[in-house]
DNA sequence: ACTGTAGGCCAACACTTGTTGACAATCAAC
DNA sequence: GTTGATTGTCAACAAGTGTTGGCCTACAGT
């Protein structure tokens, strides 16, 4: 016995992650995320049971927003896209959930969750407005989704080559916007 | 001999195309292609060479920008969000590219010339001012590519409930600051 | 020292993938 | 009617996939 269970799992969880977020669902194949582990593809299914279950185990994603806490009303747009912009850089679990939820039901499943359990929520509280929120959490999804795709996956040179705070002049009234405007 | 070989050609392409935007790239297997036009998978390598080539063909992409001719200047966001909208809506063109762009490399080369080749002169031309036009188009796409990907593909109920007057009216702003604001 | 248990590895399974080659069917030209 | 080319079919391949069971190996408790 060389190491606990637990701390194999863990190894596995984190090669996974990188995987999944590198290569989407289908072509990060449990032998690869074994090799990067340096371990037995069987424990991947001795301790996860299945390649589902691993993802679903690597899927686990929190948005974080309690680390947002008092903002003036007139600077939540900016204060926003820094959030999510450091979220994207923080760890791959974002990118995780974009590379497979395009392919993977339950991965698109866990994200609508994600975005209508958390960040709707968020802005309920900080817009004092909870009929609105639904709608204002899909476009401020979207729009950061599709600057996380353009930036990380598509690679869209520009985007690359934009500084953090290049990016929330340009989309800090945007958001903005999608959370105040009536 | 049944049919020309140009028209079981298309009959394949039309195939592929609903395939690889319903499944991506790796999900959307030759022999299914095969097995929806009603043909030998073998026909496929006869006609196409290899996957590769015919995810090649069916990733054929044109923005239609010719279309978008005389606009005055203050309308040029609800515009440019209508002519998006109904190009999501027209074929499962933009749908392969966003579904495929995620996994396959090749896709997103294509999708970085289709953006930056197609849409970046058309607002160059469009503004008069070449030299921002590629941050500009990038800005455009990564909004654009959010709305679709959390519409078509993800499927938020918020934005799927939307109709076209509402998102002209969310975005439309959007798109015009990205595309006008100094 | 002996045993039970838990971590780790190996080999194999059943299946699917892209791809290939040989063979049959159909039509046009002479 | 025979030839030649073009369209279609069939079976098989080599490689890679998720998954399983059996067999080591090392430690803990007695």
Redesign the pocket.
């Known amino acids: 016995?060389?190491?606990?269970?637990e701390e194999?799992k863990s190894i596995i969880l984190a090669a996974a992650r990188e995987r999944f977020a590198a290569d989407g669902y289908e072509r990060?194949?449990?032998?690869?995320i074994a090799a990067d582990a340096k371990?037995?593809?069987?424990?991947?299914?001795?301790y996860f049971?299945?390649?589902?279950k691993l993802f679903a185990a690597a899927a686990e994603f929190d948005l974080r927003f309690d680390a947002l806490a008092e903002v003036p009303r007139e600077r939540l747009g900016a204060e926003f896209v820094r959030h999510f912009l450091r979220q994207w850089e923080a760890g791959e679990s974002l990118q995780v959930l974009l590379r497979t939820g395009i392919t993977n039901d339950g991965a698109a499943e866990r994200m609508r969750e994600i975005f209508a359990g958390q960040l709707a929520p968020k802005i309920a509280q900080l817009t004092g407005d909870p009929a609105s929120a639904p709608v204002r959490a899909a476009m401020v999804s979207a729009q950061m989704l599709g600057i996380g795709l353009a930036r990380y996956i598509l690679e869209f040179p520009p985007v690359v080559a934009m500084s953090e705070d290049d990016l929330v002049t340009w989309l800090g009234p945007t958001i903005q916007r999608y959370l105040t405007a009536d």
């Open positions: 016995m060389r190491r606990t269970s194999t990060a194949t449990i032998r690869s371990i037995d593809p069987a424990m991947v299914m001795r049971g299945s390649k589902e």
